[in-house]
């Protein structure tokens, strides 16, 4: 047997022994970092097979919150505004006239490019007044329940005269309300809605002066 042994046949056993043994081996002793994406076939890692804190890590923290209105429903501009979502803004106007005698201003208020799904029914809500169901805020914290717009006036020059009014811009004939400080009496137009995007605040008086003032908020709810 010993003139049979030579270079070539330890060669034979060596090598039948590596390709015998030496998957074995690799699948025991692979070197750190030595599998990566190109030695894993497609299909091959599955979620069952990843850790929990590593899936938690691979989505990653949630994004933040869009603004959202009461019924948790954001209102976009150019958009619908939902049921029970209020949007709210000041009412400033002012003008001082070159004459003694009738003043008046306005202003056009838009919902912020928005719209209501209906035309909203308008209200204007002297300084200090109550509270209503349709109007339960304050110039200071305005608020309107669901299809109203609530005027809050907060300051007026002349003091406690002059009248304010809420209407349509659009329309040729009057729609809306108007409120007279000095009588504490109101005025309906039409039906007293006002546009679904916007409406137009005027503030006039009768008294001897130069100059027109309004200030105060306003809420709409759709």
Not at 193 to 211: D, E, I, M
């Amino acid at each position: 047997m010993r003139r049979h042994l030579t270079f070539a046949n330890v060669m034979v056993v060596i090598l039948t022994f590596i390709v015998l043994g030496g998957g074995a081996y690799a699948a025991t002793k692979l070197p750190k970092n030595s599998v990566g994406t190109k030695q894993l076939k497609k299909g091959a890692v599955t979620k069952a097979k990843i850790k929990k804190s590593t899936l938690r890590e691979l989505k990653g923290a949630p994004g933040p919150i869009g603004p959202q209105g009461a019924a948790g429903a954001a209102a976009s501009p150019g958009g619908t505004i939902p049921a029970g979502v209020t949007l709210r803004g000041a009412a400033v106007a002012s003008m001082v006239s070159p004459a003694v005698g009738n003043s008046s201003t306005g202003n056009g208020i838009s919902f912020g490019g928005a719209q209501l799904a209906a035309r909203p029914v308008a209200h204007i809500v002297p300084p200090g007044g109550p509270s209503t169901a349709q109007c339960p805020g304050s110039v200071e914290a305005p608020e309107a329940a669901s299809g109203n717009l609530c005027v809050y006036v907060g300051q007026t020059v002349p003091v406690g005269d002059g009248t304010v009014i809420v209407i349509d811009p659009t329309r040729s004939t009057l729609f809306g309300v108007n409120y007279n400080l000095k009588t504490a009496k109101g005025q309906t137009f039409e039906d007293g809605t006002v546009a679904r995007f916007g409406f137009l605040l005027a503030y006039a008086q009768a008294t001897a002066t130069t100059s027109a003032q309004f200030q105060g908020s306003w809420a709409v709810t759709g």
